[in-house]
Nanobody
């Protein structure tokens, strides 16, 4: 049974933007810490952004600071990843993950989506 579903991926040119969505099914995302990860073929999974529950503290990988923004939409039971000024090195499969414990960018998250592909090329 899917608990998290990502959407919003696609193919864009360098400098363009995308907004990824992570939607909760069964899970109430406001109850969870949510993180976005990405993994490209042949590379290790990388934590991209994380938002805590309650106070909504955020954390970003150095590679995306100032370009990506993570936010919640409680009404839609969703968490977004707004990605601006996309570059070819951002090409990857993007996943969201949820847990009640704040693992920041660790692998211990209990729930994972299946991913959405982002491709940035000219």
């Amino acid at each position: 049974q899917l608990q998290l579903v990502e959407s919003g991926g696609g193919s864009v040119q360098p400098g363009e933007s995308l907004r990824l969505s992570c939607t909760g099914f069964v899970l109430i995302l406001d109850d969870y810490i949510i993180a976005w990860f990405r993994q490209a073929p042949g590379k290790e999974r990388e934590g991209v952004a994380r938002i805590t529950r309650g106070n909504g503290f955020t954390k970003y990988a150095d590679s995306v600071k100032g370009r990506f923004t993570i936010s919640r939409d409680s009404a839609k039971n969703a968490v977004y990843l707004e990605m601006n000024s996309l570059q070819p090195q951002d090409t990857s499969n993007y996943y969201c993950a949820a847990d009640m414990v704040d693992y920041e960018f660790g692998p211990e998250y209990d729930y994972w989506g299946q991913g959405t592909q982002v491709t940035v090329s000219s």
